[in-house]
């Protein structure tokens, strides 16, 4: 099953067209914060469960999905913790490192490692960075901004960097307000 959602124009396109030969479950998103907003998003998360749940023959308790929320409030603050390493100025690490690390915490399947593992890593940081052992030199803080970013994309973040900027933000699809 894809869970698609309706964010972009692009996107919707994506799902509409890979719903010609997969099962596909797209989630209309309210596009402001308001009364009517809030229900078709509540209307949009219980049609949801009852897709999964008939798809994949298990019942979602609100018991689990307790436990996830706040498994997944627990990742979202640790990685926030991580990201606020770079007010540091300079940065403790290059933003390739930086989101390196946001975007790999994605692909664990075991969600209950995330907040202990950043959480260690955090702390290793700013250690190495209170003891002087950061390399990065004082630079223009560059905050990068527009569509999500990755793969290929990266090499605009590499190229800032390798011609003296400090990439020390990402705000996109993914980035600072992901984790806040």
């Known amino acids: 099953l894809i869970v698609?959602?309706?964010?972009?124009?692009?996107?919707?396109?994506?799902?509409?067209?890979?719903?010609?030969?997969?099962?596909?479950?797209?989630?209309?998103?309210?596009?402001?914060?308001?009364?009517?907003?809030?229900k078709l998003w509540r209307e949009e998360v219980v049609a949801l469960k009852e897709k999964l749940e008939e798809k994949f023959g298990v019942e979602i308790t609100e018991e689990e999905v307790r436990k996830q929320v706040s498994i997944n409030n627990k990742n979202r603050l640790a990685l926030r913790h991580f990201y606020e390493l770079m007010k540091l100025d300079p940065p403790p690490m290059a933003g390739l490192n930086l989101y390196s690390v946001l975007y790999d915490s994605s692909f664990k399947f075991n969600k209950e490692k995330i907040a202990p593992e950043v959480e260690a890593l955090t702390e290793r940081i700013r250690k190495e960075y209170e003891e002087g052992k950061c390399e990065i030199k004082k630079r223009p803080r560059i905050m990068v901004t527009g569509c999500s970013i990755g793969g290929n994309a990266m090499k605009v973040v590499r190229a800032i960097e390798e011609n003296g900027g400090n990439v020390v933000c990402f705000e996109n699809c993914g980035g600072a307000k992901s984790v806040d």
């Open 4 to 38: 698609g959602e309706t964010t972009c124009d692009g996107k919707k396109k994506m799902y509409e067209m890979l719903g010609e030969f997969k099962d596909v479950h797209c989630m209309e998103l309210p596009n402001r914060q308001s009364l009517m907003g809030r």
